[in-house]
């Protein structure tokens, strides 16, 4: 899978937007991109996906640039159980379907203000 | 459904000893996969069972092994514990063959320590 770049860590305020951005200039047509985010002393959890269109869900929105080099996860009012470690994950669905692991880089710490 | 279930949450032992993790995954799911997170060396993959046969392996020493049941369930298995091995060992269900991008969905782990 190829490399994600995010950066280290990031603050925001209760109740106001956060743009969360990652870069993967490497990316292929067949990557998805994922992203997951840990709570203190959670498992990951699964936040949104998308491939090329901006996607939307009940945590968050996806925006993907148009060449898919870069994308930002979007969370559209913080709340103080938003504060996590937020990872971006290419994963490859050529050949008929993602297989192995997920590989997770050091994510973006997000810190959440009241 | 009821989410991933890891059992036991919390894991004390001494060097030398051998321990045994167990997972059980989201109802109808049939690949489990195990990481370690540790804080030097963050979330590592250790190895992928799909239909009980081990479809993939991280680079972890041959001390770390696992199986796989055929009601999906999953155990691994640490010997010879060394102070390195002192982590949170998560495991993740998912559905491949419905879902083409194989989300994985997390337990809340299991945390080990090794003194």
């Known amino acids: 899978d190829a490399k994600t770049t995010q950066p280290n860590s990031m603050e925001s305020n209760e109740e106001e937007p956060v743009h969360l951005p990652c870069n993967h200039s490497t990316i292929s047509g067949t990557d998805y991109i994922h992203w997951y985010r840990q709570l203190p002393s959670q498992g990951p959890e699964y936040v949104i996906h998308g491939l090329t269109s901006n996607v939307n869900n009940r945590m968050a929105s996806l925006a993907i640039a148009e060449d898919r080099k870069s994308s930002t996860l979007i969370l559209h009012r913080a709340t103080l159980r938003d504060a996590a470690v937020y990872y971006c994950i290419l994963r490859d669905v050529g050949n008929g379907g993602s297989q192995g692991n997920l590989i997770f880089g050091k994510g973006t710490k997000l810190s959440v203000k009241p | 459904k009821a989410g991933v279930t890891q059992t036991p949450r919390y894991l004390i032992k001494t060097r030398g000893q051998q321990v045994t993790l167990s997972c059980s995954p989201i109802?109808?799911?049939?690949?489990v996969s195990w990481y370690q997170q540790t804080p030097g060396q963050g979330l590592q993959f250790l190895f992928e069972?799909?239909?009980?046969?081990?479809?993939n392996k991280g680079n972890f020493p041959g001390r770390f092994s696992g199986r796989q049941f055929s009601n999906s369930r999953s155990e691994m298995n640490v010997s010879t514990l060394e102070l390195g091995d002192s982590a949170l060992y998560l495991c993740?269900?998912?559905?491949?063959?419905?879902?083409?991008?194989?989300?994985?969905?997390f337990g809340p782990g299991t945390r080990l320590t090794v003194l």
């Open positions: 993740a269900s998912s559905s491949p063959l419905t879902d083409i991008t194989d989300t994985q969905y």
């Open positions: 069972y799909f239909s009980e046969t081990q479809r």
């Open positions: 109802s109808g799911h049939r690949s």
